[in-house]
């Protein structure tokens, strides 16, 4: 007897990315309820199953997809509207131009247009920061990508709310809007923007309401060697003891950037069962910093990459940013053996789901995790010859190389098209709201 | 009475990067005999022409086509062969892979298939420095992409010669396989290795041939901090004041990388009117160093940009490049106001052709220069929306974005197409040559 399944995707290199590295080479995934309930040789397997749908990927590689820990999607909407700047001019350009068209309409195109950029380039997570985040999650539900959407927190008005003082009445709405479903693949979270905006006792709220829910809390920690100097004037010592010393950490703690740590606020991390998403391409563009990637992982902590939004990047492409970290990290520590390739590929995948608390759900592909996989081109000249997977992936693929993007086991993208939304419509209308700017 | 033209390329934006840096909102390129007849408004100028080919880019970027100032194209034989290492060991584990593979099948597939992969990202025009470099001119002949061949020299023993003193014989056997041709696109060079490799006599014997022949010589130089310790050790003297005083540096004299030179240095390849083209993801992967961009440019010294070889980068991929270019410069410099969008774009441009000497050919678009345009797509969902073209181009756009590129007036690639030769055949001889190394 045959069991029915969904989906099988078949005669490709699977790359599992599991604890034994697994690998087949003629391999399929096999795919119902939106997790894999088969993995292996095809030729093993598959006379056992008897599916709905079949991909042939045709001698491509079937790997995990990859996971964006940190990013501001509706952010797109200002994407290039201000370059080149350092941090604190960048802010001065973008907040004026942000509380322009922030709004329920922005961050919903924003944030679908940004949908189909990573769609496109492979990745099926993304940890979401910003303000309106439910109509983020909306976008992100619309899209079919599994997403954690965290509503910002800081001590300002903003277009959410005029008075701050009215902010965890608007966050504690935003949490109830999330119905109690174990199924769902998008799921609420806290964003506080930073130590720099957001007094002691708003982040300890916000990790208060973050541990009565069982959610995560982020933050942006420590991006610039100015903050950390700031912090210390006003708080008398440095961002992450700041923090811990204000009771924010725990082990649903995220820290965003980390450029400006040492050695035992690494410590501190660890002891605290706290993670780490670097931006390196934000990093660099602003000159803010080069995160301490290989001593985070020597410690312990678990390390996420993120795109960060694409007002600062611009780019929300894993491809372009697994190059970046590593080649940052080997030309700021002048060794070009630190973090080799498939380190790298750790932090985009099941290192990187750690880092967000979703290890048991995503990052790898064996049986019981859910279908998030992509299917990667090997026919173009830049794969040509073949000797190492890894490094194949990190410095020679492109985001373009995804031919297919699947989802819990949904297939939102495939050979050029985006299946579960009108993608030249929300274009169109995220293009209305930047003349808004104009 | 109107012309008759070999093609036109219509409605889109024009963006010339002439000195006046025109822009045209619905432009047309007239070309004829590989050449810019016209070029401007097209309801200003379309009358006055009848073309044999219409390319309609409804709405999409037009722009010169993009120079690679350095790579070893060949070198696509052993993309991925060894990873993560320093230049030493990198060269350790590479040269007799190399050794064993390099040839002129190897040479002929290997450039071949790089040509598709720099033709897809939107290069129209290629230095290489490679061994066996009749056999690179003749695939890059075949590719239809403009090239500077430059035949490599070396004190070693190389598959090209048993004895490196017969190495003159094959060099002038090399330059004189080139006719006379004024119109060619692909013309010789010379590339001596570096002058870790390659004495003083070699060097000055290849300057004397370069001037002779009114050809360019390029090298490797500077590249690493090592590489300053040890010619000091040996000629008492770093490496640019070195090649200084054994009369190698001229106005056709180009140092590849150049990350380690101090001011003077500087100053001295400026006196010799002498260029530079760098390398930032070589650079950076092999923690070689990042050259002194902004203060070349400062001296007034011409700097191109190159991608290096694929087997050290591992990517053939300007837009990978210009982003690294911006982005690396502006981490070592602390400066996120370095080196702009603008500015990257003109080392991959008009400051590219003039570090190779071809600025009176290529490098802008206007009346006169050689007919190399590339078309960006601008409907994908990182163009939206598109405040600023610069901003766009080096930190948004992907080499996928390439749906055209047009070489000397002729369609070398459109939607997903190369012309000139059997691009899956080339993938599969490169194999081939990789599996002999397996």
């Not at 099988?8 to 290199?13: A, E, L, N, Q």
């Not at 922030?102 to 189909?116: D, F, H, I, R």
């Not at 303000?131 to 997403?147: L, Q, T, V």
């Amino acid at each position: 007897m045959t069991e029915k399944v969904d989906l099988i995707v078949k005669s490709g290199t699977v790359l599992t990315f599991d604890e034994e590295e697994s690998r087949f080479a003629n391999g399929a995934v096999v795919i119902k309820d939106g997790k894999i309930v088969d993995i292996g040789e095809q030729l093993d397997i598959l006379q056992d199953y008897e599916a709905k749908d079949v991909i042939d990927v045709d001698g491509d590689l079937i790997m995990p997809g990859l996971i964006n820990g940190h990013t501001h999607a509706a952010m797109s909407a200002l994407r290039g509207y201000s370059d080149d700047l350092p941090l604190d001019k960048w802010l001065e350009y973008i907040i004026p131009a942000e509380n322009k068209i922030m709004g329920k309409e922005m961050v919903y195109w924003g944030t679908l247009v940004s949908a189909a950029e990573m769609i496109r380039s492979g990745i099926t997570t993304v940890c979401d920061s910003y303000f309106f985040e439910e109509d983020a999650a909306r976008a992100f539900k619309k899209s079919g990508m599994r997403a954690i959407c965290a509503q910002g927190i800081v001590d300002f008005p903003t277009p959410q709310w005029e008075d701050p003082k009215e902010k965890f009445e608007v966050i504690e709405q935003f949490l109830e809007s999330f119905p109690k479903d174990e199924d769902s693949i998008v799921n609420p979270a806290l964003f506080v923007h930073a130590p720099y905006t957001t007094s002691p006792e708003s982040y300890y709220r916000a990790r208060e309401l973050a541990s009565k829910c069982g959610i995560r809390l982020f933050t942006h920690l420590a991006e610039t060697e100015n903050e950390v100097v700031e912090i210390k004037k006003k708080y008398g010592r440095t961002p992450v003891r700041h923090l811990e010393k204000e009771g924010v950490l725990s082990e649903n703690f995220t820290a965003i950037h980390a450029n400006w740590v040492d050695d035992e606020e690494i410590e501190i991390l660890s002891n605290y069962g706290s993670s780490v998403v670097v931006c390196p391409g934000s990093g660099a563009k602003l000159a803010a910093g080069v995160a301490p990637v290989t001593s985070f992982i020597k410690t312990g902590i678990p390390v996420g990459l993120g795109t960060d939004g694409p007002a600062s990047n611009n780019r929300q492409d894993l491809f372009y940013e697994m190059d970046l970290l590593a080649k940052l990290q080997k030309i700021i520590s002048k060794d070009p053996t630190t973090l080799k390739a498939k380190t790298v590929l750790a932090t985009a995948l099941f290192m990187g789901a750690e880092a967000i608390g979703l290890e048991d759900k995503i990052g790898c592909l064996k049986k019981g995790m859910a279908a998030d996989i992509i299917v990667v081109d090997l026919t173009r000249p830049h794969a040509a010859p073949l000797f190492d997977y890894m490094s194949h992936l990190v410095y020679s693929a492109r985001g373009f190389d995804v031919k297919t993007n699947i989802i819990n086991g949904r297939v939102v993208y495939h050979w050029g098209k985006i299946y579960p939304f009108d993608e030249p419509g929300a274009i169109a209308k995220l293009f209305e709201i930047g003349n808004q700017l104009l």
